[in-house]
């Protein structure tokens, strides 16, 4: 059976002590056991101290730096998002000092205003039919009195498609004749 050694470096804050006889008095302990290992002696133990009181040594608890700028809305009207964050590094933790407690990051709503109304694009909203209302569309049914009478429209309709709002366009005949509008 070889020996066993724990290793540090040459600047390790810790001065560890190796003791088969139980705890050492005064210094923080920890058992070494192996419960698997049928030689294992239930009195080893590791220890340590300090080995210098070095102000550099100090447990610094971290403190957080100031929150950043707030990032652009993720949305230019009808109700976005935005955020920011901060970092614990006003000091950063060290020598065990504890983390910042709290959130690094936070969020807000931002241009909660509504949207103005799409407007449609033209051609590409809109639709001229002769065979009654297309699916997906809403429209207007156009109606004109012409002659001879053969030449009248009764079943032409003017559609945009759904959801976007009534566009406000209206069907005139030429001046001075009777426009009729019923809405499909």
């Given at each position: 059976?070889?020996d066993?050694?724990?290793?540090?470096?040459?600047?390790?804050?810790?001065d560890?002590?190796?003791?088969?006889?139980?705890?050492?008095?005064?210094?923080?302990?920890?058992?070494?056991?192996?419960?698997?290992?049928?030689?294992?002696?239930d009195?080893?133990?590791?220890?340590?101290k300090?080995?210098?009181?070095?102000?550099?040594?100090?447990?610094?608890?971290?403190?957080?730096?100031?929150?950043?700028?707030?990032?652009?809305?993720?949305?230019?009207?009808?109700?976005?998002?935005?955020?920011?964050?901060?970092?614990?590094?006003?000091?950063?933790p060290?020598?065990?000092g504890?983390?910042?407690?709290?959130?690094?990051?936070?969020?807000?709503?931002?241009?909660?205003?509504?949207?103005?109304?799409?407007?449609?694009?033209?051609?590409?909203?809109?639709?001229?039919?002769?065979?009654?209302?297309?699916?997906?569309?809403?429209?207007?049914?156009?109606?004109?009195?012409?002659?001879?009478?053969?030449?009248?429209?009764?079943?032409?309709?003017?559609?945009?498609?759904?959801?976007?709002?009534d566009?406000?366009?209206?069907?005139?005949?030429?001046?001075?004749?009777?426009?009729?509008?019923?809405?499909?």
């Amino acid at each position: 059976m070889g020996d066993n050694y724990v290793c540090l470096p040459a600047d390790s804050p810790y001065d560890l002590k190796w003791n088969s006889a139980g705890p050492i008095d005064g210094l923080e302990c920890i058992q070494w056991l192996e419960p698997a290992d049928p030689d294992t002696w239930d009195d080893n133990y590791l220890c340590h101290k300090w080995w210098h009181q070095d102000p550099s040594l100090t447990a610094v608890n971290g403190g957080w730096s100031h929150f950043s700028k707030w990032s652009e809305c993720s949305a230019s009207c009808g109700g976005g998002s935005q955020s920011r964050k901060r970092s614990c590094d006003n000091p950063a933790p060290l020598n065990g000092g504890v983390d910042c407690e709290g959130d690094d990051e936070e969020t807000q709503a931002c241009n909660s205003d509504p949207c103005p109304p799409r407007l449609p694009s033209w051609p590409e909203d809109f639709k001229w039919s002769n065979a009654g209302v297309p699916d997906g569309y809403t429209c207007m049914r156009v109606l004109e009195f012409a002659e001879p009478k053969d030449h009248t429209w009764k079943t032409t309709s003017f559609c945009w498609e759904d959801g976007i709002p009534d566009p406000g366009l209206r069907w005139s005949m030429a001046a001075g004749r009777m426009d009729f509008l019923i809405r499909v």
